[in-house]
């Protein structure tokens, strides 16, 4: 589930569309104006792009918060960082309402005379997403003398004898390096301090991960602790469809929240054809692959035609991580679309959520486990009566759509 890609540079990214139709806003405040009187107004900077560029054209048709319809008859560039907008009400018996500063107008249509020439062309630009590869590493380590005590050896079923210790540690080690990645690819921030090790004189570098990232750009939301309703949940469903989400949406969810969400909806949940939602699933998330899907083992619930996949997020409530008192991931939940959209620069389809390592040609650092050591079975290239056993990787995350995910807290 998601993509796991190799990158042959430390920093990656695409780029996605910046929306294709705008709303613009009103800089000041604005009185008024008589019935059948123009209004005018002035565009606000975040209609306004590093050059001064807007969106509204003349003879684009204005639709205001009351209903009144009107036609941009007039755009005055004298100031060029401060456009002035005159609107004429397409009704003579309408009247434009009061505008406060910051207030949204929207572009409904537009209208022009027989015999007229065209506007001028309008470009959308894209939006460059970039993150960065992170390297993180583990160690165990034994004596010899650690590795021939009988304490550390066991025998199989099958009567095999098998250096326990080992075992243990390796388990050890690929848990602790399993929560790092974790670490990292869910809460991790890009640095941008200056942090240089003193040892190699290079700098400390991290990946930005999914909690960041939606806090960057994406949509908070917050509910009741133990109260969470229907109305919550509509009230993310809205969310996600004015930033065009589509049909199949992950919920991972701390173990509060969970709690919450099932208790909250359970009508919806015994409303919900779940071999239905399974196969419909299926076939976007796993290829149509009945094993994996079942592996994971998602709640399944339909609600304003959309299908919810809702998993438990353990390491939300891990004791000895974000599940520690005075930590809020047991009351948090990340929702996210499954889907996949293409890059407008290089044409490739990017998924919403998936990961990348680094590697060129036959290398790769998406996991790297190696042995160095005077001691034990195999080649012995140090003269201390020890092992180590290493592990590297050098990953990231990457996400695209942030504006239709929803990070949500009780």
Same mark, same amino acid.
């Given at each position: 589930m998601g993509f796991e890609k190799p990158v042959a540079n430390d920093t990656y990214g695409h780029y996605e569309e910046n929306h294709i139709h705008?709303?613009?806003?009103? &800089?000041?405040?604005?009185?008024?104006?008589?019935?059948g009187a123009n209004i005018q107004f002035t565009l606000d900077a975040?209609?306004?792009?590093?050059?001064?560029?807007? /969106?509204?054209?003349?003879w684009d048709v204005l639709q205001f918060n009351n209903e009144v319809m009107g036609s941009v008859i007039l755009i005055n560039v004298t100031v060029p960082a401060a456009p002035v907008v005159t609107v004429s009400p397409s009704e003579v018996t309408d009247q434009f309402p009061g505008l406060v500063a910051g207030e949204e107008i929207i572009i409904a249509t537009s209208a022009f005379s027989e015999g007229s020439g065209q506007p001028e062309g309008a470009v959308s630009g894209t939006w460059e997403y970039s993150n960065t590869a992170q390297i993180i590493k583990e160690t165990i380590g034994y004596t010899g003398t650690e590795m021939v005590n009988q304490l550390w050896f066991d025998v199989t079923s099958k009567g095999q004898s098998i250096p326990a210790y080992y075992f243990k540690g390796q388990i050890d080690i690929d848990y602790r390096m399993a929560l790092k990645i974790d670490g990292a690819l869910l809460w991790g921030k890009e640095t941008t301090n200056v942090i240089i090790d003193p040892d190699t004189g290079r700098p400390i570098k991290t990946t930005e991960g999914l909690i960041p990232y939606i806090r960057r750009v994406g949509n908070e939301q917050t509910c @009741?602790? @133990?109260?969470? *309703?229907?109305?919550?949940?509509?009230?993310?469903?809205?969310? #996600? *469809?004015?930033?065009?989400a589509g049909n199949y949406i992950l919920g991972l969810l701390g173990i509060a929240l969970h709690q919450d969400i099932e208790n909250? #909806?359970?009508? /919806?949940?015994?409303?919900?054809?779940?071999?239905?939602? &399974?196969?419909?699933?299926? =076939?976007?998330?796993?290829n149509s692959n009945e094993a994996l899907s079942a592996s994971v083992n998602f709640t399944y619930l339909t609600k304003s035609e959309r299908t919810f996949l809702m998993k438990r997020m353990g390491v939300f409530n891990n004791r000895k991580l974000y599940g520690a008192d005075g930590y809020n991931a047991p009351r948090? @939940?990340?929702?996210?679309?499954?889907?996949?959209?293409?890059?407008?620069?290089? =044409?490739?389809?990017?998924?919403?959520?998936?990961?990348? !390592?680094?590697?060129? @040609? &036959? /290398?790769?650092?998406?996991?790297e486990v190696w042995q160095v050591g005077g001691a034990g079975e195999g080649l012995k290239?140090?003269?201390?009566? &020890?092992?180590?056993? !290493?592990?590297?990787?050098?990953?990231?995350?990457?996400?695209?759509?942030?504006?239709q995910f929803v990070l949500m807290e009780t």
């Open positions: 705008e709303v613009i806003h009103s &800089k000041e405040i604005v009185t008024q104006p008589a019935i975040v209609d306004l792009d590093a050059n001064n560029n807007f /969106y509204v054209r003349r @009741g602790a @133990g109260v969470f *309703d229907v109305d919550e949940f509509d009230a993310m469903d809205n969310t #996600l *469809d004015r930033e065009f909250g #909806l359970v009508a /919806y949940f015994a409303n919900t054809n779940i071999t239905y939602a &399974k196969q419909a699933t299926n =076939g976007v998330l796993f948090m @939940g990340v929702w996210m679309p499954i889907n996949r959209r293409k890059d407008p620069v290089s =044409g490739n389809m990017v998924d919403s959520v998936g990961t990348r !390592y680094r590697a060129l @040609g &036959k /290398y790769s650092r998406r996991m290239v140090t003269e201390f009566d &020890k092992r180590n056993t !290493y592990q590297r990787c050098h990953v990231g995350a990457h996400f695209r759509g942030g504006n």
